[in-house]
C-alpha cells in the first residue's frame, strides 16, 4: 500500500510566522504535489517536484516556496504566514496517472 | 478557465436513492479519476478510467471520451456514501480538478 504521510492534521499559527508543512511517501516516487483545497474552489495546485532538488511552480505559488532534498519528503514553507493562507493542505505523490493524496494538514493563520 | 466542470456542486438525497454525478472536460486525457474525501478526511481514489466502464460494489463509473464526459453514479445509497465526490482528469503530465460534488444522504 502507498502511504502518503503529513507531518500535522491540524496546526495554528500566527500572522507572519514561518511555518513548516512537510510530506513523506514511501513508494519510491519520484513526482510530488502541494495543494491548497478551499470551499467551492476545489484543489489548487501550489507546487510540484518532478526530481530531487527540483522544482515547478503551480497555479498559486505566492507566498509559498518548496524543498525537495530527498525522494521521498517533499516540504511547504510559508515564509511569512498570513490570515488568507488559512486552509486545508494536501499533498500527493504520483504513480504514471495516479495520484496518492496524504490525509491533510488544516492550517488556521491567526 | 475549469478544465474539468462537475455537476450537481450539491446533492441531497434520501437513504436508497441512485445518484448520478456528472463530469466534462476540455482538454485531452489519459486517463480520468473519480475520488472521494469524508469531512475531514484524506482523498481516496474510487476509479481510474480511460474508456468505458468500471463497477465496484454499488458504483459504477463511465467514460465517454468522444463527449469528454464521465458520470459517476451510486446505487441504494446510504447515508456513510456521505461525502464531496472530486473527479480529476489527467491531461499530458498534469491534473486538473472539478470543485467537487458535497453528497449528503439522509437516513
Known amino acids: 500500500d502507498v502511504k502518503v504521510t503529513q507531518s500535522s492534521r491540524y496546526l495554528v499559527k500566527r500572522t507572519g510566522e514561518k511555518v513548516f508543512l512537510e510530506c513523506v511517501q514511501d513508494?519510491?516516487?519520484?513526482?510530488m504535489f502541494w495543494y491548497r483545497q478551499d470551499p467551492g474552489l476545489g484543489l489548487r495546485l501550489i507546487y510540484f517536484?518532478?526530481?530531487?532538488?527540483?522544482?515547478e511552480k503551480g497555479d498559486i505559488p505566492e507566498g509559498y516556496s518548496v524543498s525537495r532534498e530527498k525522494k521521498e519528503r517533499f516540504s511547504l514553507i510559508l515564509e511569512s504566514a498570513s490570515t488568507n493562507q488559512t486552509s486545508m493542505y494536501l499533498c500527493?505523490?504520483?504513480?504514471?496517472?495516479?495520484?496518492?493524496f496524504g490525509p491533510g494538514t488544516r492550517l488556521t493563520v491567526l | 478557465k475549469n478544465e474539468v466542470e462537475q455537476s450537481p456542486q450539491n446533492l441531497t438525497a434520501q437513504e436508497g436513492e441512485f445518484i448520478t454525478i456528472n463530469c466534462s472536460y476540455s482538454?485531452?486525457?489519459?486517463?480520468l479519476h473519480w475520488l472521494q474525501q469524508h469531512p475531514g478526511g484524506g482523498i481516496v481514489s474510487l476509479f481510474m478510467?480511460?474508456?468505458g466502464k468500471k463497477k465496484h460494489g454499488r458504483l459504477i463509473a463511465t467514460i465517454n471520451i468522444q463527449e469528454k464526459h464521465s458520470s459517476l453514479h451510486i446505487t441504494a445509497s446510504h447515508p456513510r456514501d456521505s461525502a464531496v465526490y472530486i473527479c480529476?482528469?489527467?491531461?499530458?503530465?498534469?491534473?486538473?480538478f472539478g470543485t467537487g460534488t458535497s453528497l449528503t444522504v439522509i437516513p
Open positions: 500527493a505523490s504520483s504513480l504514471f496517472n495516479e495520484q496518492f
Open positions: 513508494m519510491d516516487h519520484e513526482n
Open positions: 517536484s518532478y526530481d530531487v532538488k527540483m522544482k
Open positions: 482538454v485531452g486525457i489519459s486517463a
Open positions: 478510467l480511460s474508456s
Open positions: 480529476a482528469v489527467v491531461g499530458g503530465n498534469q491534473f486538473y
